[in-house]
C-alpha cells in the first residue's frame, strides 16, 4: 500500500512560482512512477507531468510545457513539482498519483492517489 500526501499549494500572483511536494510512504518510492495531475471546477482531471521510476524519463502537457519541472527524490521518498510563470488558468486542486507503469499518461492507469492541493494563481 501506498500513501502519498501533496503538500506547498496556496495562493500566488501572475507570473509566480510555486514547488509542490508529495511525500510518500509504505510500498518502496523507486517501485513507482509518479505523475501529476491537476482538476480545476467543472473541468475534467488531466495529467500535467509524469516522471518514470528513475527520474530516466520525464513528460508534460502542451499546457505546462517549459513552465513546470518535475523531480523525484528517491532517497527522501518525496516528489517535487516546480512551478514558473504561473497563470490563472493553472488554478486547480492539484494532484499526485503513483502507478506500478513505466511512466503513466491517463488517470486509470494511476493506483495511487494524495488527496489534492489548491493551487490558486490571482490575476
Known amino acids: 500500500q501506498v500513501q502519498l500526501v501533496e503538500s506547498g499549494g496556496g495562493l500566488v500572483q501572475t507570473g509566480g512560482s510555486m514547488r509542490l511536494s508529495c511525500a510518500a510512504s509504505g510500498r518502496t518510492f523507486n517501485t513507482y512512477a509518479i505523475g501529476w495531475f491537476r482538476q480545476a471546477p467543472g473541468k475534467d482531471r488531466e495529467i500535467i507531468a509524469a516522471?518514470?521510476?528513475?527520474?530516466?524519463?520525464?513528460a508534460y502537457a502542451d499546457s505546462v510545457k517549459g513552465r513546470f519541472t518535475i523531480s523525484r527524490d528517491n532517497a527522501k521518498n518525496t516528489a517535487y513539482l516546480q512551478a514558473n510563470s504561473l497563470k490563472p488558468e493553472d488554478t486547480a486542486v492539484y494532484y499526485c498519483?503513483?502507478?506500478?507503469?513505466?511512466?503513466?499518461?491517463?488517470?486509470?492507469?494511476?493506483?495511487?492517489w494524495g488527496q489534492g492541493t489548491q493551487v490558486t494563481v490571482s490575476s
Open positions: 516522471i518514470s521510476r528513475d527520474s530516466g524519463r520525464r
Open positions: 498519483a503513483g502507478t506500478s507503469g513505466e511512466l503513466g499518461f491517463t488517470a486509470g492507469e494511476y493506483d495511487y
